[in-house]
Protein backbone atom coordinates (compact mmCIF):
# COMPACT_ATOMS: atom_id res chain seq x y z
CA UNK A 1 0.00 0.00 0.00
CA UNK A 2 1.41 3.43 -1.14
CA UNK A 3 1.48 6.38 1.71
CA UNK A 4 -1.20 8.66 -0.03
CA UNK A 5 -3.68 6.05 -0.47
CA UNK A 6 -2.93 4.55 3.29
CA UNK A 7 -3.19 8.65 4.90
CA UNK A 8 -7.14 8.14 3.58
CA UNK A 9 -10.00 6.59 5.77
CA UNK A 10 -10.06 3.16 4.94
CA UNK A 11 -13.73 2.04 3.29
CA UNK A 12 -13.51 -1.90 2.91
CA UNK A 13 -10.01 -3.42 4.78
CA UNK A 14 -9.83 -7.05 4.12
CA UNK A 15 -7.34 -9.37 6.38
CA UNK A 16 -6.10 -12.62 5.33
CA UNK A 17 -9.35 -13.75 3.57
CA UNK A 18 -9.12 -17.31 2.41
CA UNK A 19 -12.17 -19.14 0.46
CA UNK A 20 -12.01 -22.52 0.21
CA UNK A 21 -15.56 -23.59 -1.49
CA UNK A 22 -17.30 -26.72 0.70
CA UNK A 23 -17.38 -28.40 -2.51
CA UNK A 24 -14.08 -27.91 -4.17
CA UNK A 25 -12.86 -31.71 -4.97
CA UNK A 26 -9.37 -30.51 -4.39
CA UNK A 27 -7.63 -28.47 -1.85
CA UNK A 28 -7.34 -25.65 -4.55
CA UNK A 29 -8.03 -22.59 -2.30
CA UNK A 30 -10.70 -19.80 -4.63
CA UNK A 31 -8.52 -17.16 -2.64
CA UNK A 32 -5.49 -17.58 -0.18
CA UNK A 33 -4.11 -15.00 1.89
CA UNK A 34 -5.89 -11.53 0.16
CA UNK A 35 -5.16 -8.90 1.74
CA UNK A 36 -6.09 -5.42 0.68
CA UNK A 37 -7.26 -2.25 1.84
CA UNK A 38 -9.95 0.31 -0.30
CA UNK A 39 -10.22 3.59 0.47
CA UNK A 40 -13.22 5.87 1.16
CA UNK A 41 -14.27 7.23 -2.60
CA UNK A 42 -11.53 5.13 -4.12
CA UNK A 43 -12.33 4.01 -7.28
CA UNK A 44 -10.26 0.00 -7.63
CA UNK A 45 -10.34 -2.28 -10.21
CA UNK A 46 -9.98 -6.05 -9.41
CA UNK A 47 -7.95 -7.64 -12.20
CA UNK A 48 -7.42 -11.49 -13.39
CA UNK A 49 -7.93 -13.78 -15.59
CA UNK A 50 -10.83 -16.26 -15.37
CA UNK A 51 -11.81 -18.21 -12.21
CA UNK A 52 -9.19 -16.71 -10.31
CA UNK A 53 -11.46 -15.60 -8.10
CA UNK A 54 -12.66 -12.14 -8.37
CA UNK A 55 -16.58 -13.10 -8.03
CA UNK A 56 -15.89 -14.58 -4.96
CA UNK A 57 -13.42 -11.36 -3.48
CA UNK A 58 -16.62 -9.74 -4.67
CA UNK A 59 -18.90 -11.12 -2.83
CA UNK A 60 -17.15 -11.79 -0.22
CA UNK A 61 -17.28 -7.74 0.01
CA UNK A 62 -20.90 -7.96 0.06
CA UNK A 63 -21.20 -9.99 2.70
CA UNK A 64 -23.21 -12.79 0.10
CA UNK A 65 -20.56 -15.40 1.22
CA UNK A 66 -18.59 -15.68 4.42
CA UNK A 67 -14.85 -16.35 3.82
CA UNK A 68 -13.28 -19.58 5.35
CA UNK A 69 -10.68 -17.48 6.77
CA UNK A 70 -9.02 -13.79 7.78
CA UNK A 71 -11.37 -11.00 8.37
CA UNK A 72 -13.10 -7.88 6.80
CA UNK A 73 -14.56 -4.45 7.76
CA UNK A 74 -16.20 -1.95 5.65
CA UNK A 75 -16.23 1.38 7.71
CA UNK A 76 -14.90 0.09 10.81
CA UNK A 77 -17.76 -2.66 11.09
CA UNK A 78 -18.54 -6.18 9.53
CA UNK A 79 -19.72 -6.35 5.71
CA UNK A 80 -22.71 -7.60 7.79
CA UNK A 81 -23.91 -4.73 9.11
CA UNK A 82 -23.24 -2.41 5.96
CA UNK A 83 -25.27 -4.46 4.04
CA UNK A 84 -28.04 -4.25 6.55
CA UNK A 85 -27.65 -0.62 6.36
CA UNK A 86 -28.14 -1.21 2.61
CA UNK A 87 -25.38 0.57 1.76
CA UNK A 88 -24.15 -1.63 -1.12
CA UNK A 89 -25.43 -1.43 -4.91
CA UNK A 90 -23.86 -4.41 -6.89
CA UNK A 91 -24.04 -5.46 -10.89
CA UNK A 92 -24.05 -9.20 -10.72
CA UNK A 93 -21.87 -10.89 -13.21
CA UNK A 94 -25.11 -11.89 -14.72
CA UNK A 95 -27.94 -9.20 -14.95
CA UNK A 96 -30.64 -11.05 -12.70
CA UNK A 97 -33.48 -8.82 -13.60
CA UNK A 98 -36.51 -10.24 -12.69
CA UNK A 99 -38.54 -11.68 -15.51
CA UNK A 100 -42.14 -10.13 -13.98
CA UNK A 101 -41.12 -6.72 -14.40
CA UNK A 102 -40.93 -4.30 -16.86
CA UNK A 103 -37.66 -2.43 -18.00
CA UNK A 104 -38.32 0.50 -15.75
CA UNK A 105 -39.83 -1.46 -13.11
CA UNK A 106 -36.78 -3.63 -12.86
CA UNK A 107 -34.72 -0.41 -12.43
CA UNK A 108 -37.20 0.96 -9.50
CA UNK A 109 -37.07 -2.33 -7.44
CA UNK A 110 -34.41 -1.23 -4.94
CA UNK A 111 -36.40 2.11 -4.76
CA UNK A 112 -39.24 0.53 -3.72
CA UNK A 113 -37.37 -1.40 -0.90
CA UNK A 114 -36.32 2.05 0.36
CA UNK A 115 -39.65 3.62 -0.04
CA UNK A 116 -39.23 6.47 -2.12
CA UNK A 117 -42.44 8.30 -3.53
CA UNK A 118 -43.70 6.59 -6.83
CA UNK A 119 -43.55 9.92 -9.23
CA UNK A 120 -40.17 10.01 -7.77
CA UNK A 121 -39.33 6.45 -8.84
CA UNK A 122 -40.37 6.44 -12.12
CA UNK A 123 -38.74 10.21 -12.75
CA UNK A 124 -35.46 8.42 -11.59
CA UNK A 125 -35.31 5.56 -13.88
CA UNK A 126 -36.04 7.29 -16.62
CA UNK A 127 -33.02 9.03 -16.25
CA UNK A 128 -31.08 6.21 -15.41
CA UNK A 129 -32.32 4.52 -18.80
CA UNK A 130 -31.44 7.48 -20.74
CA UNK A 131 -28.08 6.97 -19.38
CA UNK A 132 -27.44 4.00 -20.28
CA UNK A 133 -29.49 4.63 -24.09
CA UNK A 134 -32.53 2.36 -23.14
CA UNK A 135 -34.95 5.13 -22.65
CA UNK A 136 -37.15 3.52 -25.83
CA UNK A 137 -37.36 0.21 -23.78
CA UNK A 138 -38.88 1.26 -20.46
CA UNK A 139 -41.97 -0.73 -20.80
CA UNK A 140 -40.53 -4.16 -22.58
CA UNK A 141 -39.84 -6.88 -20.50
CA UNK A 142 -35.93 -8.21 -19.93
CA UNK A 143 -36.69 -11.17 -22.52
CA UNK A 144 -37.15 -8.58 -24.82
CA UNK A 145 -33.67 -7.06 -24.99
CA UNK A 146 -30.04 -8.26 -26.03
CA UNK A 147 -27.68 -9.50 -23.49
CA UNK A 148 -25.99 -6.29 -23.41
CA UNK A 149 -28.78 -4.57 -23.07
CA UNK A 150 -29.98 -6.06 -20.25
CA UNK A 151 -26.56 -5.76 -18.71
CA UNK A 152 -27.08 -2.01 -18.73
CA UNK A 153 -30.51 -2.24 -16.95
CA UNK A 154 -28.83 -4.02 -14.75
CA UNK A 155 -26.39 -1.17 -14.36
CA UNK A 156 -28.94 1.35 -13.98
CA UNK A 157 -30.51 -0.44 -11.06
CA UNK A 158 -27.20 -0.61 -9.12
CA UNK A 159 -26.73 2.77 -10.26
CA UNK A 160 -30.54 3.88 -8.85
CA UNK A 161 -29.91 4.53 -5.36
CA UNK A 162 -26.75 5.70 -5.63
CA UNK A 163 -24.97 3.25 -3.16
CA UNK A 164 -21.80 4.39 -1.17
CA UNK A 165 -20.46 0.98 -1.81
CA UNK A 166 -20.63 -0.02 -5.83
CA UNK A 167 -19.48 -3.87 -6.44
CA UNK A 168 -19.56 -4.52 -9.93
CA UNK A 169 -18.46 -8.20 -11.35
CA UNK A 170 -17.81 -7.54 -15.34
CA UNK A 171 -20.61 -4.82 -15.95
CA UNK A 172 -19.44 -4.29 -19.38
CA UNK A 173 -18.24 -7.72 -20.81
CA UNK A 174 -21.04 -8.40 -22.71
CA UNK A 175 -20.98 -4.85 -24.44
CA UNK A 176 -19.44 -3.65 -27.62
CA UNK A 177 -16.06 -1.72 -27.54
CA UNK A 178 -18.04 1.36 -28.68
CA UNK A 179 -21.11 0.98 -25.64
CA UNK A 180 -17.87 -0.10 -23.37
CA UNK A 181 -15.97 2.90 -24.07
CA UNK A 182 -19.21 5.22 -23.35
CA UNK A 183 -20.10 3.69 -20.49
CA UNK A 184 -16.54 3.82 -18.89
CA UNK A 185 -16.81 7.83 -19.37
CA UNK A 186 -19.98 7.90 -17.62
CA UNK A 187 -19.56 5.68 -14.74
CA UNK A 188 -16.47 8.10 -13.98
CA UNK A 189 -18.53 10.96 -14.23
CA UNK A 190 -21.06 9.31 -12.11
CA UNK A 191 -18.35 8.84 -9.17
CA UNK A 192 -17.20 12.08 -9.62
CA UNK A 193 -20.79 13.43 -8.86
CA UNK A 194 -21.73 10.50 -5.96
CA UNK A 195 -18.79 10.28 -4.43
CA UNK A 196 -19.03 6.76 -3.87
CA UNK A 197 -16.27 4.04 -3.63
CA UNK A 198 -16.22 1.57 -6.65
CA UNK A 199 -14.94 -2.20 -6.87
CA UNK A 200 -14.40 -2.91 -10.26
CA UNK A 201 -14.40 -6.06 -11.36
CA UNK A 202 -12.65 -6.79 -15.10
CA UNK A 203 -10.23 -8.79 -17.16
CA UNK A 204 -9.55 -5.92 -19.49
CA UNK A 205 -6.61 -4.40 -18.53
CA UNK A 206 -6.87 -1.32 -20.70
CA UNK A 207 -10.52 -0.86 -19.19
CA UNK A 208 -8.93 -1.30 -15.55
CA UNK A 209 -5.96 0.93 -16.17
CA UNK A 210 -8.45 3.80 -17.83
CA UNK A 211 -11.24 3.75 -14.88
CA UNK A 212 -9.01 3.15 -12.04
CA UNK A 213 -6.99 4.80 -8.78
CA UNK A 214 -5.63 0.80 -8.53
CA UNK A 215 -5.50 -2.03 -9.77
CA UNK A 216 -5.50 -5.35 -7.88
CA UNK A 217 -3.86 -8.02 -9.87
CA UNK A 218 -5.17 -11.37 -9.48
CA UNK A 219 -3.81 -14.74 -10.38
CA UNK A 220 -5.08 -18.16 -10.39
CA UNK A 221 -4.92 -21.49 -8.08
CA UNK A 222 -5.04 -20.46 -5.87
CA UNK A 223 -6.66 -16.68 -6.02
CA UNK A 224 -3.68 -14.60 -4.79
CA UNK A 225 -3.34 -10.81 -4.75
CA UNK A 226 -0.10 -11.16 -6.89
CA UNK A 227 0.60 -7.09 -7.93
CA UNK A 228 -1.03 -4.09 -7.03
CA UNK A 229 -0.76 -1.44 -9.81
CA UNK A 230 -1.14 3.03 -9.13
CA UNK A 231 -2.46 4.51 -11.53
CA UNK A 232 -1.13 7.96 -11.97
CA UNK A 233 -3.13 9.18 -14.92
CA UNK A 234 -4.57 12.61 -13.59
CA UNK A 235 -8.32 13.02 -13.23
CA UNK A 236 -10.58 13.91 -14.77
CA UNK A 237 -10.22 10.93 -17.46
CA UNK A 238 -10.12 11.54 -20.63
CA UNK A 239 -10.61 9.97 -24.38
CA UNK A 240 -7.47 11.45 -25.53
CA UNK A 241 -5.64 9.70 -22.19
CA UNK A 242 -6.18 6.38 -23.91
CA UNK A 243 -4.21 7.39 -27.07
CA UNK A 244 -1.40 8.82 -24.07
CA UNK A 245 2.11 7.70 -24.00
CA UNK A 246 1.65 7.18 -20.21
CA UNK A 247 -1.36 4.78 -20.21
CA UNK A 248 0.01 2.26 -22.36
CA UNK A 249 2.94 2.10 -20.23
CA UNK A 250 0.48 1.63 -17.57
CA UNK A 251 -0.91 -1.70 -19.68
CA UNK A 252 2.69 -3.15 -20.44
CA UNK A 253 3.27 -2.84 -16.79
CA UNK A 254 0.06 -4.46 -15.79
CA UNK A 255 0.33 -7.36 -18.62
CA UNK A 256 4.19 -7.70 -17.20
CA UNK A 257 2.82 -8.23 -13.47
CA UNK A 258 0.98 -11.32 -15.24
CA UNK A 259 3.72 -13.21 -16.99
CA UNK A 260 5.53 -12.81 -13.92
CA UNK A 261 3.23 -14.91 -12.46
CA UNK B 1 -55.86 -7.04 -42.35
CA UNK B 2 -57.24 -9.30 -44.68
CA UNK B 3 -54.00 -11.48 -45.31
CA UNK B 4 -54.39 -11.95 -41.62
CA UNK B 5 -57.55 -13.32 -41.43
CA UNK B 6 -57.47 -15.64 -44.10
CA UNK B 7 -54.18 -16.64 -42.55
CA UNK B 8 -56.23 -17.65 -39.09
CA UNK B 9 -59.19 -18.89 -41.26
CA UNK B 10 -56.83 -21.57 -42.47
CA UNK B 11 -54.93 -22.65 -39.18
CA UNK B 12 -58.79 -23.50 -37.93
CA UNK B 13 -59.11 -25.13 -41.09
CA UNK B 14 -57.40 -28.46 -40.46
CA UNK B 15 -59.40 -28.71 -36.59
CA UNK B 16 -62.21 -28.27 -38.37
CA UNK B 17 -61.90 -30.63 -40.96
CA UNK B 18 -60.88 -33.34 -38.22
CA UNK B 19 -64.49 -32.46 -36.24
CA UNK B 20 -65.98 -32.16 -39.39
CA UNK B 21 -64.58 -36.04 -40.70
CA UNK B 22 -64.70 -37.29 -36.43
CA UNK B 23 -68.61 -36.40 -36.52
CA UNK B 24 -69.31 -38.12 -39.58
CA UNK B 25 -67.77 -41.43 -38.77
CA UNK B 26 -69.80 -41.15 -35.11
CA UNK B 27 -72.83 -40.77 -37.02
CA UNK B 28 -72.06 -44.12 -39.03
CA UNK B 29 -70.62 -45.97 -36.98
CA UNK B 30 -74.32 -45.63 -34.82
CA UNK B 31 -76.28 -46.15 -38.15
CA UNK B 32 -74.25 -49.50 -38.46
CA UNK B 33 -74.61 -50.61 -34.88
CA UNK B 34 -78.50 -49.68 -35.05
CA UNK B 35 -79.89 -50.61 -38.37
CA UNK B 36 -77.16 -53.07 -39.60
CA UNK B 37 -75.61 -54.85 -37.18
CA UNK B 38 -78.92 -54.53 -34.40
CA UNK B 39 -76.74 -54.74 -31.39
CA UNK B 40 -78.96 -54.36 -28.42
CA UNK B 41 -79.26 -50.95 -26.93
CA UNK B 42 -77.18 -49.76 -29.49
CA UNK B 43 -78.13 -46.24 -28.84
CA UNK B 44 -76.87 -45.89 -25.46
CA UNK B 45 -73.42 -47.19 -26.94
CA UNK B 46 -73.24 -44.89 -29.72
CA UNK B 47 -76.26 -42.57 -29.96
CA UNK B 48 -76.77 -39.51 -32.81
CA UNK B 49 -75.28 -36.78 -32.51
CA UNK B 50 -77.97 -34.86 -34.30
CA UNK B 51 -80.39 -36.69 -31.74
CA UNK B 52 -78.33 -35.41 -28.96
CA UNK B 53 -77.99 -31.96 -30.57
CA UNK B 54 -81.80 -31.71 -30.67
CA UNK B 55 -82.41 -32.83 -27.21
CA UNK B 56 -79.55 -29.96 -26.39
CA UNK B 57 -82.27 -27.69 -28.49
CA UNK B 58 -85.11 -28.92 -26.27
CA UNK B 59 -83.78 -29.54 -22.96
CA UNK B 60 -81.19 -26.34 -23.28
CA UNK B 61 -82.49 -24.48 -19.94
CA UNK B 62 -82.64 -27.46 -18.06
CA UNK B 63 -79.14 -28.70 -18.87
CA UNK B 64 -78.00 -24.89 -18.29
CA UNK B 65 -79.31 -24.46 -15.05
CA UNK B 66 -78.34 -27.60 -13.30
CA UNK B 67 -75.08 -26.90 -15.01
CA UNK B 68 -75.09 -23.85 -13.86
CA UNK B 69 -75.89 -25.38 -9.89
CA UNK B 70 -72.70 -27.56 -10.46
CA UNK B 71 -70.17 -25.03 -11.79
CA UNK B 72 -71.10 -22.44 -9.14
CA UNK B 73 -70.72 -24.98 -6.11
CA UNK B 74 -67.55 -26.52 -7.75
CA UNK B 75 -66.30 -22.84 -8.20
CA UNK B 76 -66.52 -22.12 -4.45
CA UNK B 77 -64.83 -25.49 -3.39
CA UNK B 78 -62.39 -24.81 -6.15
CA UNK B 79 -61.72 -21.44 -4.77
CA UNK B 80 -61.54 -22.56 -0.91
CA UNK B 81 -59.35 -25.42 -1.64
CA UNK B 82 -57.02 -23.42 -4.13
CA UNK B 83 -56.82 -20.93 -0.91
CA UNK B 84 -56.04 -23.50 1.64
CA UNK B 85 -53.62 -25.30 -0.93
CA UNK B 86 -51.67 -21.76 -1.22
CA UNK B 87 -51.39 -21.21 2.32
CA UNK B 88 -50.14 -24.51 3.16
CA UNK B 89 -47.29 -24.02 0.52
CA UNK B 90 -46.26 -20.37 1.95
CA UNK B 91 -46.21 -21.79 5.43
CA UNK B 92 -44.47 -24.93 4.29
CA UNK B 93 -42.06 -22.73 2.16
CA UNK B 94 -41.25 -20.52 4.73
CA UNK B 95 -40.45 -23.71 7.62
CA UNK B 96 -38.61 -26.94 6.73
CA UNK B 97 -40.25 -28.18 10.03
CA UNK B 98 -44.00 -26.91 9.14
CA UNK B 99 -43.05 -29.06 5.83
CA UNK B 100 -41.91 -32.38 7.75
CA UNK B 101 -45.17 -31.79 9.97
CA UNK B 102 -47.54 -31.31 7.12
CA UNK B 103 -46.00 -32.73 3.70
CA UNK B 104 -46.91 -36.47 4.71
CA UNK B 105 -50.39 -35.75 5.63
CA UNK B 106 -50.93 -33.54 2.20
CA UNK B 107 -49.97 -36.58 0.85
CA UNK B 108 -51.45 -39.51 2.80
CA UNK B 109 -54.93 -37.26 1.88
CA UNK B 110 -54.82 -38.05 -1.98
CA UNK B 111 -54.97 -41.53 -0.67
CA UNK B 112 -58.34 -41.68 0.50
CA UNK B 113 -60.47 -42.44 -2.48
CA UNK B 114 -63.15 -39.52 -3.02
CA UNK B 115 -65.35 -42.08 -3.76
CA UNK B 116 -65.63 -43.04 -0.59
CA UNK B 117 -65.19 -40.01 1.37
CA UNK B 118 -68.03 -38.48 -0.67
CA UNK B 119 -70.88 -40.29 1.40
CA UNK B 120 -69.09 -39.49 4.49
CA UNK B 121 -68.96 -35.79 3.74
CA UNK B 122 -72.50 -35.81 3.10
CA UNK B 123 -73.39 -38.18 6.37
CA UNK B 124 -71.59 -35.35 8.59
CA UNK B 125 -72.50 -32.58 6.78
CA UNK B 126 -76.16 -33.80 5.85
CA UNK B 127 -76.26 -30.59 3.01
CA UNK B 128 -75.76 -31.80 -0.42
CA UNK B 129 -74.48 -27.69 -1.31
CA UNK B 130 -71.89 -27.41 1.42
CA UNK B 131 -70.83 -31.64 0.43
CA UNK B 132 -70.15 -30.40 -3.11
CA UNK B 133 -68.05 -27.43 -2.02
CA UNK B 134 -66.05 -29.66 0.78
CA UNK B 135 -65.25 -32.47 -1.76
CA UNK B 136 -64.22 -29.99 -4.40
CA UNK B 137 -61.88 -28.53 -2.29
CA UNK B 138 -60.64 -31.42 -0.85
CA UNK B 139 -59.57 -32.15 -4.42
CA UNK B 140 -58.43 -29.15 -5.33
CA UNK B 141 -56.19 -28.63 -2.18
CA UNK B 142 -53.26 -31.29 -2.39
CA UNK B 143 -52.39 -30.20 -6.49
CA UNK B 144 -52.34 -26.61 -6.11
CA UNK B 145 -50.62 -26.71 -2.99
CA UNK B 146 -47.47 -28.99 -4.41
CA UNK B 147 -47.19 -26.65 -7.63
CA UNK B 148 -47.15 -23.38 -5.69
CA UNK B 149 -44.57 -24.91 -3.31
CA UNK B 150 -42.53 -25.72 -6.20
CA UNK B 151 -43.11 -22.43 -7.70
CA UNK B 152 -41.96 -20.52 -4.22
CA UNK B 153 -38.78 -22.63 -4.28
CA UNK B 154 -38.36 -21.83 -7.57
CA UNK B 155 -36.67 -18.52 -7.24
CA UNK B 156 -33.42 -18.18 -8.82
CA UNK B 157 -30.42 -17.99 -5.85
CA UNK B 158 -29.03 -15.15 -7.85
CA UNK B 159 -32.25 -13.12 -7.43
CA UNK B 160 -32.30 -14.32 -4.21
CA UNK B 161 -29.15 -12.48 -3.30
CA UNK B 162 -30.38 -9.54 -5.10
CA UNK B 163 -32.35 -8.89 -2.25
CA UNK B 164 -30.03 -9.90 0.23
CA UNK B 165 -28.20 -7.44 -1.28
CA UNK B 166 -30.85 -5.14 -0.23
CA UNK B 167 -30.76 -6.37 3.05
CA UNK B 168 -35.17 -6.88 1.99
CA UNK B 169 -37.17 -8.16 4.94
CA UNK B 170 -38.65 -11.49 4.79
CA UNK B 171 -42.40 -10.48 3.90
CA UNK B 172 -40.37 -8.06 0.84
CA UNK B 173 -38.98 -11.00 -0.66
CA UNK B 174 -42.14 -13.25 -0.39
CA UNK B 175 -44.09 -10.28 -1.62
CA UNK B 176 -41.43 -8.89 -4.61
CA UNK B 177 -39.53 -12.21 -5.36
CA UNK B 178 -41.10 -16.16 -4.24
CA UNK B 179 -44.73 -14.75 -4.97
CA UNK B 180 -44.40 -13.60 -8.20
CA UNK B 181 -41.96 -16.21 -9.03
CA UNK B 182 -44.60 -19.06 -8.13
CA UNK B 183 -47.48 -18.08 -10.45
CA UNK B 184 -46.35 -20.25 -13.02
CA UNK B 185 -46.78 -23.04 -10.31
CA UNK B 186 -49.57 -21.99 -8.93
CA UNK B 187 -51.33 -21.75 -12.14
CA UNK B 188 -50.31 -25.57 -13.14
CA UNK B 189 -51.81 -26.19 -10.03
CA UNK B 190 -55.04 -24.94 -10.73
CA UNK B 191 -55.12 -26.29 -14.08
CA UNK B 192 -54.99 -29.52 -12.90
CA UNK B 193 -57.23 -28.87 -10.52
CA UNK B 194 -60.10 -26.74 -11.74
CA UNK B 195 -61.57 -29.85 -14.08
CA UNK B 196 -61.14 -31.94 -11.06
CA UNK B 197 -63.19 -30.06 -8.80
CA UNK B 198 -66.13 -30.03 -11.70
CA UNK B 199 -65.82 -34.22 -11.10
CA UNK B 200 -65.74 -33.90 -7.32
CA UNK B 201 -68.60 -32.06 -7.54
CA UNK B 202 -70.98 -34.06 -9.96
CA UNK B 203 -69.54 -37.55 -7.75
CA UNK B 204 -71.76 -35.97 -4.83
CA UNK B 205 -74.29 -35.21 -6.58
CA UNK B 206 -74.61 -39.18 -7.92
CA UNK B 207 -74.91 -39.59 -4.13
CA UNK B 208 -78.02 -37.78 -3.82
CA UNK B 209 -79.07 -34.23 -4.26
CA UNK B 210 -81.59 -32.33 -5.58
CA UNK B 211 -79.59 -30.31 -8.11
CA UNK B 212 -76.51 -30.04 -10.50
CA UNK B 213 -76.24 -31.92 -13.16
CA UNK B 214 -74.74 -35.12 -11.52
CA UNK B 215 -78.46 -35.20 -10.34
CA UNK B 216 -80.45 -35.53 -13.86
CA UNK B 217 -76.98 -37.54 -15.42
CA UNK B 218 -78.35 -40.63 -12.70
CA UNK B 219 -82.13 -39.89 -12.88
CA UNK B 220 -81.42 -40.29 -16.88
CA UNK B 221 -79.36 -43.42 -16.37
CA UNK B 222 -82.25 -44.97 -14.59
CA UNK B 223 -84.88 -44.50 -16.83
CA UNK B 224 -83.47 -46.67 -19.41
CA UNK B 225 -82.43 -46.44 -22.83
CA UNK B 226 -85.69 -43.82 -23.86
CA UNK B 227 -83.27 -41.18 -22.15
CA UNK B 228 -80.37 -42.23 -23.75
CA UNK B 229 -79.89 -39.03 -25.73
CA UNK B 230 -80.39 -37.11 -22.41
CA UNK B 231 -77.93 -39.24 -20.26
CA UNK B 232 -75.54 -38.64 -23.07
CA UNK B 233 -76.29 -34.78 -23.13
CA UNK B 234 -75.61 -34.54 -19.43
CA UNK B 235 -72.42 -36.50 -19.35
CA UNK B 236 -71.11 -33.89 -22.39
CA UNK B 237 -72.63 -30.66 -20.16
CA UNK B 238 -69.95 -32.73 -17.52
CA UNK B 239 -67.24 -32.52 -19.87
CA UNK B 240 -67.83 -29.21 -21.22
CA UNK B 241 -68.11 -27.80 -17.53
CA UNK B 242 -64.48 -29.29 -16.63
CA UNK B 243 -63.15 -27.81 -20.00
CA UNK B 244 -64.10 -24.55 -19.26
CA UNK B 245 -63.05 -24.02 -15.97
CA UNK B 246 -59.84 -25.14 -17.46
CA UNK B 247 -60.32 -22.38 -20.31
CA UNK B 248 -61.35 -19.92 -17.53
CA UNK B 249 -57.94 -20.62 -15.38
CA UNK B 250 -55.91 -20.23 -18.59
CA UNK B 251 -57.23 -17.08 -19.45
CA UNK B 252 -56.93 -15.49 -15.88
CA UNK B 253 -53.17 -16.86 -15.97
CA UNK B 254 -52.55 -14.61 -19.20
CA UNK B 255 -53.72 -11.60 -17.28
CA UNK B 256 -52.04 -12.06 -14.27
CA UNK B 257 -48.61 -13.65 -15.51
CA UNK B 258 -48.53 -12.72 -19.14
CA UNK B 259 -44.55 -13.22 -18.46
CA UNK B 260 -44.18 -16.05 -18.96
CA UNK B 261 -41.90 -17.83 -21.48
CA UNK B 262 -44.95 -20.07 -23.18
CA UNK B 263 -46.79 -16.36 -23.43
CA UNK B 264 -43.68 -14.71 -25.56
CA UNK B 265 -44.29 -14.40 -29.01
CA UNK B 266 -41.76 -16.15 -30.79
CA UNK B 267 -39.41 -14.93 -33.56
CA UNK B 268 -38.93 -11.95 -31.53
CA UNK B 269 -36.99 -11.24 -28.50
CA UNK B 270 -32.67 -12.60 -28.12
N1 LIG C 1 -20.30 -21.81 -5.59
C1 LIG C 1 -19.11 -22.38 -5.83
N2 LIG C 1 -18.87 -23.65 -5.41
C2 LIG C 1 -17.68 -24.22 -5.64
N3 LIG C 1 -16.65 -23.63 -6.26
C3 LIG C 1 -16.83 -22.39 -6.70
C4 LIG C 1 -18.07 -21.69 -6.52
N4 LIG C 1 -17.95 -20.46 -7.06
C5 LIG C 1 -16.70 -20.39 -7.57
N5 LIG C 1 -16.00 -21.54 -7.35
C6 LIG C 1 -14.60 -21.80 -7.72
O1 LIG C 1 -13.82 -20.75 -7.23
C7 LIG C 1 -12.87 -20.32 -8.18
C8 LIG C 1 -13.02 -18.83 -8.41
O2 LIG C 1 -14.30 -18.56 -8.98
P1 LIG C 1 -14.79 -17.10 -9.30
O3 LIG C 1 -16.17 -17.20 -9.78
O4 LIG C 1 -14.54 -16.24 -8.11
O5 LIG C 1 -13.82 -16.70 -10.49
P2 LIG C 1 -13.77 -15.35 -11.37
O6 LIG C 1 -12.42 -14.77 -11.18
O7 LIG C 1 -14.93 -14.50 -11.05
O8 LIG C 1 -13.87 -15.93 -12.84
P3 LIG C 1 -14.60 -15.29 -14.12
O9 LIG C 1 -13.70 -14.22 -14.66
O10 LIG C 1 -14.68 -16.44 -15.06
O11 LIG C 1 -15.92 -14.80 -13.68
C9 LIG C 1 -13.10 -21.15 -9.43
O12 LIG C 1 -12.09 -22.13 -9.50
C10 LIG C 1 -14.43 -21.81 -9.21
O13 LIG C 1 -14.41 -23.11 -9.71
MG1 LIG D 1 -16.61 -13.92 -12.08
Same mark, same amino acid.
Given at each position: ???????????????????????????????????????????????????????????????????????????????????????????????????????????????????????? /?????????????????????? $???????????????????????????????????????????????? $??????????????????????? /????????????????????? /?????????????? /????????????? | ??????????????????????????????????????????????????????????????????????????????????????????????????????????????????????????????????????????????????????????????????????????????????????????????????????????????????????????????????????????????????????????????????????????????
Amino acid at each position: MTESTAALVPEIELEQISMQYPAAFSDVLALQDVSLSIAKGEFVSLLGPSGCGKTTLLRIMADLIQPTGGRIEVAGKSAKEARLAQRYGIVFQNPVLYDWRKVKQNITLPLELKGVKKSE /REARAMELLELVGLQKFADQYP $WQLSGGMQQRVAIARALAMEPEILLMDEPFSALDEFSRERLNEELLSI $WSKVGNTIVFVTHNISEAVFLSD /RVFVLSPHPGRLSAVAEISLP /RPRTKEMRNSEAFF /RLIAQIRDSFEGV | MNELSGLSRLRFLPAFLWAVALIALWEIASWLLLEVLQVPMAQSKLPYIHEIVSTFGQYGNTLANEGWVTLTNAALGFALGAAAGASLAVLMSASKWMERLAFPYAVASQMVPILGLAPIVYGIVRDEQAARIIIAAYITFFPVSLNMLRGLRSAHPYALELMHSYAAKPWTIYWKLRFPASLPGLFSGLKIAAPLAVTGAILVELMGAQHGIGVIMLRNLYYGPSHTYMFWSTVIVGALLGVLSYLIIGWIERLAAPWQPEFRSKGGGR
